[in-house]
């Protein structure tokens, strides 16, 4: 989340200011506003306070963030890195992400064949890959967390324990981590607080610390 300090930074300014919209070698940054990159189109670093930020079908773009709003990359769209805090951030179909994913407080979703290749974590919020691949592992402190059917995983999982600041929202319930027919997570799934883990017999999973697995058959638990 090495962006959230420029976006908090941003959100000073929309105490005081207008909607405002500037780009400059091809970034975009708007406050009070949604951003849209067009289908097709290629721009720098894309960022909003108080707006979503949308990334069209087959779009490129550097770095995608928000602060208060929703971060949607579209089907075969291409990005280095996505944040939002407070909002989801949804990963279209055959969608890649270079870099690292990251949420506050929001849901992430990977559509079939999106690819992320950095971390991908949050502290609030549902974690869902559908037949998708995340090369740097998965990360949540509240969130429950579904590898899909045929998704990947390398870096393993983890889920921190909450303490008495932001992470301690969600704190009075148990996550559930859910490992999808024939998912195939490689490293540590390690649980540094108590979870629900249900691993589908026909996946293929790391060494287990913290938490005791129930296996299933068939689609879903």
Same mark, same amino acid.
């Given at each position: ?5 420029? #976006?908090?930074?941003?959100? *000073? ?16 940054? @708007? #406050? ?13 670093? $894309?960022?909003?306070? %108080?707006?979503? /930020? ?5 779009? *490129?773009? %550097?770095?995608?963030?928000?602060? %208060? ?20 951030? *949804? ?29 991908? +974590?949050? $502290? ?13 592992? #998965? ?6 967390? =579904?590898?899909?059917?045929?998704? &990947?995983?390398?870096? +393993?999982?983890? $889920?921190?324990?909450? %303490? ?9 319930? @148990?996550? /559930? ?10 490293? =540590?799934?390690?649980? @540094? &607080?108590? $979870? ?15 938490? =005791?697995? /129930?296996?299933?058959?068939?689609? *879903?638990?």
């Amino acid at each position: 989340m090495r962006r959230i300090s420029k #976006i908090l930074f941003l959100c *000073t300014f929309a105490l005081v200011l207008p909607s405002i919209a500037a780009a400059r070698d091809g970034d975009i940054d @708007k #406050i009070n506003g949604a951003v849209r990159v067009d289908a097709g189109q290629h721009a720098g670093d $894309v960022s909003s306070v %108080n707006g979503a /930020v949308y990334v069209g079908d087959g779009a *490129t773009v %550097n770095e995608a963030s928000t602060v %208060n709003g929703a971060v949607e990359l579209g089907d075969r769209a291409q990005a280095k890195s996505l944040e939002t805090v407070n909002g989801s951030i *949804t990963l279209g179909a055959a969608s890649q992400v270079s870099g690292e994913v990251s949420a506050v407080n929001g849901s992430i979703r990977l559509a079939r064949g999106a690819e992320v290749g950095g971390k991908l +974590g949050n $502290v609030n919020g549902a974690i869902t890959l559908d037949e998708a691949h995340v090369a740097g592992g #998965i990360e949540t402190v509240s969130g429950d967390i =579904t590898v899909g059917a045929d998704s &990947r995983v390398e870096g +393993g999982i983890l $889920v921190e324990k909450p %303490n008495r600041g932001w992470f301690h929202w969600g704190a009075e319930r @148990k996550p /559930v981590i859910v490992i999808g027919p024939h998912a195939v997570v490689q490293g =540590t799934l390690q649980f @540094k &607080r108590d $979870v629900e883990l249900k691993v589908s017999d026909s996946a293929q999973i790391g060494p287990v610390k913290g938490a =005791t697995q /129930v296996k299933f058959s068939g689609a *879903t638990p």
